[in-house]
């Protein structure tokens, strides 16, 4: 779809004959009439003739202020996902509605130029995989919105506004700030380096004395999970999807990537097994297609599955029935693990989480470690052995006796002094 010098009446005029092709009711196509007409009379007071992305973050800045998606509330957000979608259609000519999108991290201006620039010369120079940008992109953002909050550029940067910033991190995020300041003692080195500042600031950015401690991983006893599945309404067709894909990570421990991978050819009926490609690290798995999974899904496809030429199995409960993705996963999830009225406090409650309480259940069973890495699609024993510190009772069967010590080892040369 063509997205140059789009004025905003032809773009909202394409976008009302989509949503009405797609058989959006009056109702919601009225209530996005009303937030779009709001950035109309915006770009007419600031006299913007062509609407693209560089204006709807000017216009989310005005309207928000520089607030991180996650701090707005929830009619913030549904601002944010209204107004996105405008730069979704414009590129796509087409767009999912309903999905919780993530406000998108954009850079614009001359320190957004400076900071994308940095992240640039960091992949061209050290060949940074896409992980790492993506990495960058995420801590690199709040010093953009930062820098915007106090209306100044690299240039005119100060120690100050550096210390103060520095003094904003959440230290409770430890790991975040750790990181954060790793990147932003890189990214005032490239300035200094690239002549824009005059001062090298990289040696005032403090050093912290954070330690990477693995975390213990949630899980969930199978009490809970029987009461996250019973909580499930199969009688919809999102309920009926819903229900198939809580089986998958719950009874063979499915990643979400790879349960929306999960396509009609990985189902060998004829066998009862589910064969596939590990979306992580590439192996092929061969998992039971169990008569529960089995079942759920037939009643999915047959009942609850929208009719559609897509080969994935899963799909959006809302046109244009698109395939489902992670996040997705994580939000039904997360959605259904609220409805059961499981107590999550301090267990994070998403997909992962999951397939850590079937290791779990698998530990809890004696299952050798060998057989739960096969099940897990783990290439290494030492991935399983990370789910191993989910059971203490299974560590508890590792300690081994310590036999008393004779006396007489305190008596030998070189030991225990008597006064």
């Known amino acids: 779809m063509e997205t140059e010098k789009q004025e905003i009446d032809n773009l909202l005029n394409a976008l009302f004959d989509y ?10 196509i009225k209530r996005y009439r009303r937030k779009w007409q709001r950035l109309k009379e915006y770009m007419l ?8 992305a560089e204006v709807e973050q000017a216009y989310l800045r005005w309207a928000l202020g520089t607030k991180d998606y996650n701090e707005l509330n929830r009619k913030e957000k549904d601002l944010v996902n209204t107004i996105e979608v405008l730069c979704e259609f414009q590129k796509t000519g087409r767009l999912i509605m309903g999905t919780r999108k993530q406000r998108p991290r954009i850079f614009t201006g001359a320190t957004g130029k400076i900071i994308l620039d940095f992240i640039q010369n960091r992949e061209h120079t050290f060949k940074i995989s896409d992980k790492t940008i993506v990495s960058y992109v995420f801590h ?13 550029d690299i240039p005119d940067i100060t120690a100050p506004d550096i210390l103060s910033y520095i003094e904003r991190m959440n230290p409770q995020l430890s790991a975040n700030k750790h990181v954060a300041l790793g990147l932003l003692r890189l990214f005032f080195q490239y300035v200094y380096d690239q002549q824009i500042l005059q001062v090298d600031y990289s040696r005032i950015i403090p050093k912290d004395n954070y330690k990477n401690q693995p975390k213990l991983p949630s899980s969930y006893t199978n009490e809970e999970i029987d009461t996250l599945l019973k909580a499930v309404d199969r009688g919809s067709p999102k309920g009926k999807r819903d229900y198939a894909i809580i089986l998958l990570a719950t009874k063979l421990g499915l990643r979400a990537s790879d349960i929306c991978e999960l396509k009609f050819e990985n189902l060998l009926w004829e066998r009862n097994i589910i064969a596939f490609n590990q979306r992580k690290t590439g ?7 169990l008569p529960e999974i089995g079942n759920a899904i037939i009643n999915y496809l047959k009942h609850g599955r929208p009719v559609s030429n897509e ?6 409960v809302l046109s244009p029935y698109e395939r489902i993705h992670p996040y997705d996963v994580g939000n039904l999830v997360s959605r259904q693990m609220t409805l059961a009225r499981i107590n999550c406090e301090n267990r994070k409650h998403g997909p992962h989480a999951l397939r850590h309480s079937f290791a779990s259940a698998l530990l809890r069973e004696n299952v050798p470690l060998p057989v739960i890495s096969a099940a897990l699609g783990h290439i290494s024993l030492e991935s399983s052995m990370y789910y191993l510190r989910i059971d203490l009772n299974s560590l ?5 006796d310590v036999p008393p010590i004779p006396s007489s080892f305190y008596k030998q040369i070189g030991g225990h002094c008597h006064a």
């Open 19 to 28: 949503l009405r092709g797609i058989h959006r009711s009056d109702g919601t």
């Open 283 to 289: 192996t092929t798995t061969e998992l039971p297609l």
């Open 140 to 152: 690199l953002h709040p010093f953009y919105r930062f820098m915007i909050s106090i209306g100044k």
């Open 311 to 316: 080969s994935h199995c899963f799909l959006q």
């Open 396 to 400: 508890r069967k590792c300690v081994l």
């Open 45 to 52: 007071q600031n006299q913007i003739k062509y609407y693209d």
